[in-house]
């Protein structure tokens, strides 16, 4: 069986499909957007991820005979629909903001370009992929904005459902995290991973002691040992005691961790393990970590806040029909009208205007006669955001597998950049920069 | 390549299985519990899902030749343990609560019998499946009972990871929600889909009349069309013009819903329209749905706060050894002693216990002489909750697939009954029925 991603996706899809080949609009050139109309949760930027996967997933976007006897066995569409399906590939063009690039209200994170038939089915897909690895990578930035130099680990796996954890694990990493606990993000991405022991290591054995030992044994003094099975205090004396004060790394997982970091450090440093480094990895997320700014850790493991983006787990990016050939062959600008939820007709092209190296506006290039932004990637004083994904149906494969995650992490550490101050504030506010919208001329 | 999920695991569960290897205590029979030590969100009851899916996962939880060349090369275990996992395959014992029962604080939903090496390495991938689901389906449990006898559709999955779409369809469906949107879920799990047309389908035509033509042309006039592009009561009257008052359905995705299905309510009836049924899906959770309980509805979709659990991404429920051998044979119970994440050791039997077929109290019996309660599968007045899932490595069919997603979707209405009347409210409280520990005789 051929793995297929063809059907993670609305039924509705399908069914608007199936009408459009009746009445003869399946074929109609369409401009679909995928964009937000807002920041989730006073976020003051937006981190884009997802774009590498959601590539590799359109290649094995097929309707085979599995899914086609599914659709058929079920009655969802009609025999044409199914010829029609049997024989789908994407062969339309996809631009779109860079993996790791930042993303504001309005920002045309994706652009889909091809007939009404081809584009309209990858709505969920698209979605899917993009609204959940952006809502982790937002998140994942702030906390390695307030982590700062410190080492950032994304341990969150188990509260994230088993396929999601590995996508936030990749996520969490474009965004500045630098190792994951997930074995399979490692394979799948190249992501470096961490991890040492859990509490039942120390309650499988005898003693503490008894734990600490085999786990040296076993893997060298430069181990990290988890010391709060029972009392911290007697866990590190213990710790430095069967290991020396050479021991790698004590991790804390309970307590106040600002008292407790500070009593941990003074205790270990009476020792002499002036070199074994404090992991904490309780309950922690963008907050806590700022609040540890001034204690003595020097690693941070975060779990169920990055892996569910501290409180806004998915993004809230849509995927509308911004622009249709009309039967006469002239484009036409669409959008829905209701006052709640309108948006932003037009084909369109995107700058990040800088100053000095620091961003001042995202810029919004729109276009209603719409050929004459094919190939203006050019606005002064302005950085271009959109490059081509997918040309014609070809899939430019430099944003998948191990070096596509790479390039997109450093992709996001050099944009970040760019970001003014007041951007990386953590407490809720406007977006750091405001969205122009410049008609073009 | 064979699909493995055996990767799907935080790299420390494989570092402790090589010290453990090598210090012996591999070999020593343990218990672990997945439970939780509270409700989030000031929930009144949760409700266990996912353990079709993950049976179905332990079945793939092997280390084939990509898993152990991944394991090799990133230098994540040494020889020893790769030669362990290639022949691993879990040979323990797995009880638990059936899929769809409700759970409290301290419920034992999943105990993990077997060696040390068996059991530790399933933590992460048995916590990822069992949180996430159990948060999805918690949250659309409320959803249902706010719900009524009205129809509920789940239609996040563009708010979800590709993967955790399918899963949250299947955990709303069990439940209660009565169909999805996604076409995976219906592939995979049997569950109804549903679906007609977006936004698109409107911007795609020349004015909203030609979509609606051409939608009742394939779809027939008992479809439900969107009527809320441009303005509703011309959408309405333009449906109704177009459809004939045997139109199925008209769908309002944006405004104050209360006003707005009053509206067109009237407007339906007005036109003669009686029988067209209202579907509302704009950003509708449990409270929402409930403020429309007295509204002219016939029909819910609910998309992103149910996929994402309704403020409550996931469950937090952890892992935990509660009991195991010494080295001479005996049996121990064990747990963390730290003040803040304390937990109770032993092995456990839970029984509901009943009065007049209400809910009193989740009892657990536990257990430190352990072998007592091999078979105490009776409680005086209560139900016994637990079911055996794999039996020395045998694992039971009934969870999975089609069936198994029926079963517990009728197996959570029925144990849903047995609520007290305070447990439906949607306000946060405690739990509504208090956890009772009992020592084993």
Redesign the interface.
Known sequence: MTPS?A??????????L???L??G?AA?P?V?ELFTRRLSGGRRFGVVAGTGRLLS?LREFRFGE??LR??RD?D?VDAATLRHLEAYRFRGTIRGYREGELYFPGSPVLTVEGT?ADA?VL???A???L???SAIATAASRMSIAAGERPLAE?G????????????ARAAFIAGFGAT????A??RWGIP?????????T????SEEDAFR??I???GTGTTLLV?????RAGVETAIRVAGTGLGGVRI???DLPIVAAAVREQLDGLGATGTRITVTSDLDEYAIAALAASPVDAYGVG?SV???SGY??A?MI???VA?Q??DGGWIS????????ASKGGRKAAFRILADGVAQSETVVVSDGFEELGGSQEHPGGRALQVVFVDHGEIDASSEGHAGTVAARAHHLRVREELPVRALALSRSDPAIPTVYVDAE
């Open positions: 991603s059907l993670k996706t609305d039924r509705y899809e399908l069914t608007m199936e009408a459009a009746r009445d609009t109609r369409c679909f997933l599995e899914e599914y659709l079920a969802v009404f309209v709505e969920t897909l979605l899917s992929v609204n959940h690895d341990m796996s188990r509260r994230a459902a088993d396929d999601s954890a590995v996508a936030a606990s997930n074995l399979e490692g394979r991973t961490m991890g040492t022991a859990a509490h039942a290591w309650l499988l054995h005898d085999a786990q044994e076993a893997l709060d099975t029972y009392d911290i997982d309970s307590g169920t892996v569910t983006g787990p998915t809230s995927y509308k029909l249709r009309g039967a669409v959008a829905k009208a209701s006052a709640d939820k």
